[in-house]
């Protein structure tokens, strides 16, 4: 959709970087084989995986679409990153996306991520 939207005002390149975030935000994760990467240089490629590993993580954490999550801190430890989550509830919906979903941060940032709930 994104690559044949003609409304959106992105060169060629930019359009094929956009709709590549999009599509690795959903499923599947970044190969050099792909063609919609084919023509990209591994800075740009790099670019994608991270602005699509941080989307999967925002996706995961509003994945009922009810905005339930109110507060997000991340601090970095030794082997890990810690993301903290305050909502009025344990959202279990929301932790599982993002178990789902973390995959590509971890591969991107060489980090595991660990999700916490905190009450506000």
């Known amino acids: 959709m994104v690559l044949n939207d003609t409304e959106l005002t992105f060169t060629s ?3 094929q970087i956009v709709a590549s975030i999009a599509r690795y935000h959903r499923k599947g994760l970044p190969k050099r084989k792909h063609t919609n990467l084919a023509s990209l240089n591994p800075s740009t490629i790099n670019k994608i995986k991270v602005l699509a590993s ?17 507060k997000v801190n991340i601090r970095e430890e030794t ?4 993301v903290e989550y305050e909502s009025n ?9 993002f178990s789902k979903k973390k995959n590509l941060f971890e591969k991107v ?5 660990v999700l916490i709930w905190k009450t506000p």
Do not use: P, W
């Not at 082997?79 to 810690?82: E, G, Q, R, S, V």
């Open 89 to 97: 509830n344990k959202l279990i919906l929301e932790e599982q996306a």
């Open 13 to 15: 390149q930019e359009r």
């Open 54 to 70: 941080l989307l999967r993580i925002a996706d995961g954490l509003d994945y009922t679409h009810q905005s339930l999550v109110k």
């Open 79 to 82: 082997n890990c990153i810690i």
């Open 109 to 113: 940032f060489s980090k595991n991520l």
